[in-house]
């Protein structure tokens, strides 16, 4: 029988562990009680918001990643001046490196697109947009998570639909709706091209600088307003199997792509979505400084609480660590006792944290309860991300650390004398 843990057990039960007077165990339950209940809880609210604290940033920086990254992919590739400076230059696209390209060991998907400036006008208000053509094997997966109105039409590079795709953003400040006609007007060398669109659907990611700008319409006719051939393209969008290995397939690009030249004498360049993008990553990046500053915090109360709770529950029991002394214990046993009490409360204490903490991140999961102003946040609700791994992390560090932390504050038995404590009050 582990001897420690068999009087932990009954001290946590409140058990009297002497013989002593009923008294006395009225006195250690007035006494302990209130000691553990508060050493729990601040254990269960450190834990709690340790997980709700990591839950929230996870949800919040996968989904800002998740809209910029539905813009723009992971990875572009096009011309280096385009790439550079955003503005439209045509670079070679054809199967041959869409081939070479989709073959790159972590590349999951290879899609074209081409943009060109134009300006939305009704009778009333006219707007600057930036068109982006894409084709049949563009992904559509992002614009049909964020659409409000409508449907996202069939795009292709074969002929044009004379549909567009437009934020809501856009459709309020030109108040139109979907099903709408709508005329754009392309400025270029040989004057004013007027073209009319339907508005197929309207969508809304809350990214500011994206929705006042861009509308999706068919490849083919961005490149005939371009003037370019079938194969010229502004570039290609790369997405990668995992995110994390971005950099890797950039290296690649950077070695056999980049500062290769097309048939036309274009050079190929191709650029991240963190370097497209350096300060919404940066923004984002901060955010686990934050993450870092509050589970220290919450650390730092729960391990306190403890410690406190720990000498209180030690000065109470001073007989009883008197008369097990006086038999023949042995310091460090009565340490490891109080230790194995101390994981008692801490356990229950996680115990709590845990229901507390899933709990309320679920409930924001599935109610969306607390609601952001999406012109700041980019997003209407707070997003979580209930990330199992990393909480059962947070649980071990959690306990790993509390009792870490009481060994000190456990050696104030050592300074307990059995004849002393026998008079003890």
Not at 80 to 98: C, K
Not at 377 to 390: A, C, F, G, M, Q
């Amino acid at each position: 029988m582990n001897f420690p843990l068999y009087i932990a057990r009954r001290i946590y039960s409140g058990k009297n562990t002497t013989d002593g007077p009923s008294d006395a165990k009225s006195n250690d339950s007035r006494v302990s009680r209130p000691a553990i209940r508060i050493a729990t809880l601040g254990v269960a609210i450190g834990l709690a918001v340790m997980i709700v604290s990591v839950c929230v940033v996870l949800g919040f920086k996968h989904t800002i990643r998740d809209k910029v990254i539905g813009f723009g992919s992971h990875i572009t590739v096009g011309e280096f001046l385009a790439v550079q400076t955003n503005d439209p230059q045509p670079i070679a696209m054809g199967d041959s490196m869409r081939a070479y390209l989709a073959g790159i060991e972590g590349v999951k998907h290879v899609q074209r697109f081409a943009l060109k400036q134009g300006i939305l006008k009704t009778d009333s208000d006219f707007l600057g947009v930036m068109f982006k053509g894409v084709a049949e094997e563009y992904d559509t997966t992002f614009l049909h998570q964020n659409m409000v109105a409508g449907t996202v039409p069939h795009f292709s590079d074969k002929e044009s639909h004379q549909q567009i795709l437009v934020s809501q953003m856009i459709a309020d400040r030109m108040r139109v709706k979907c099903g709408d006609r709508i005329f754009a007007y392309f400025i270029s060398d040989k004057g004013v091209r007027p073209r009319r669109y339907t508005i197929a659907g309207v969508y809304q990611t809350n990214l500011t600088q994206f929705d006042q700008v861009m509308c999706f319409t068919d490849l083919y006719t961005t490149q005939k307003l371009n003037g370019w051939n079938e194969e010229q393209t502004s570039g290609a969008e790369l997405t990668v199997e995992d995110f994390s290995r971005v950099d890797d397939v950039e290296d690649i690009l950077v070695r056999n792509v980049n500062r290769t030249t097309d048939k036309y004498g274009q050079t190929y360049s191709s650029l991240t979505i963190r370097e497209k993008n350096p300060q919404i990553f940066s923004w984002l990046d901060l955010l686990d400084l934050n993450v870092w500053i509050i589970l220290a915090l919450m650390v730092c109360v729960a391990g306190f609480t403890m410690i406190s709770g720990l000498l209180i529950i030690i000065l109470e029991r001073t007989n009883m660590i008197g008369v097990l002394k006086a038999l023949g214990a042995r310091n460090s046993t009565v340490r490891h006792t109080f230790l194995w009490f101390a994981v008692f409360i801490i356990g229950r204490g996680m115990l709590w944290g845990n229901v507390l903490g899933i709990g309320l991140v679920l409930l924001q999961q599935f109610t969306g309860l607390v609601r952001l102003d999406p012109t700041t946040y980019y997003v209407s609700t707070v997003p979580v991300e209930l990330n199992i791994p990393l909480i059962v992390l947070i649980n071990v560090a959690t306990l790993l650390v509390n009792v870490f932390v009481l060994i000190a504050p456990s050696h104030l038995v050592s300074h307990i004398h059995p004849a002393k404590s026998m008079r003890y009050e």
